[in-house]
Nanobody, 114 residues
Framework: QVQLVESGGGLVQTGGSLRVSCAASRSIFSIDAMGWYRQVPGKQRELVAS???????NYAADVKGRFTISRDNAKNTLYLQMNNLKPEDTAVYYC????????WGQGTQVTVSS
């Protein structure tokens, strides 16, 4: 079991940057799959980026080249650096960890104004 707490969301203008963090309640060294989803009201949660313990990374097509996912095992923290933000990136961002079942954080709101 692992508890996840996101932070770092907020309001930013188009073209700006934000970094959201996901702090885990225990070591993430052995957690193979972690990542970020986002959700807007009325739509399904969609995968933004994922990262494995071996460093394998995947991005959604519409964030590739703008977002960077990383993990710091020493700090038990997952990050998502978001650059060149667009209004369509506005959503609640959730981190997850697959520990045999999927654990979710509570989410952090990211709002990009036009």
């Amino acid at each position: 079991q692992v508890q996840l707490v996101e932070s770092g969301g907020g309001l930013v203008q188009t073209g700006g940057s934000l970094r959201v963090s996901c702090a885990a309640s225990r070591s993430i060294f052995s957690i193979d799959a972690m990542g970020w989803y986002r959700q807007v009201p009325g739509k399904q949660r969609e995968l933004v980026a994922s990262i494995t313990s071996g460093g394998g990374i995947n991005y959604a097509a519409d964030v590739k080249g703008r977002f960077t996912i990383s993990r710091d095992n020493a700090k038990n923290t997952l990050y998502l650096q978001m650059n060149n933000l667009k209004p369509e990136d506005t959503a609640v961002y959730y981190c997850y960890a697959n520990v045999g079942h999927v654990s979710w954080g509570q989410g952090t709101q990211v709002t990009v104004s036009s």
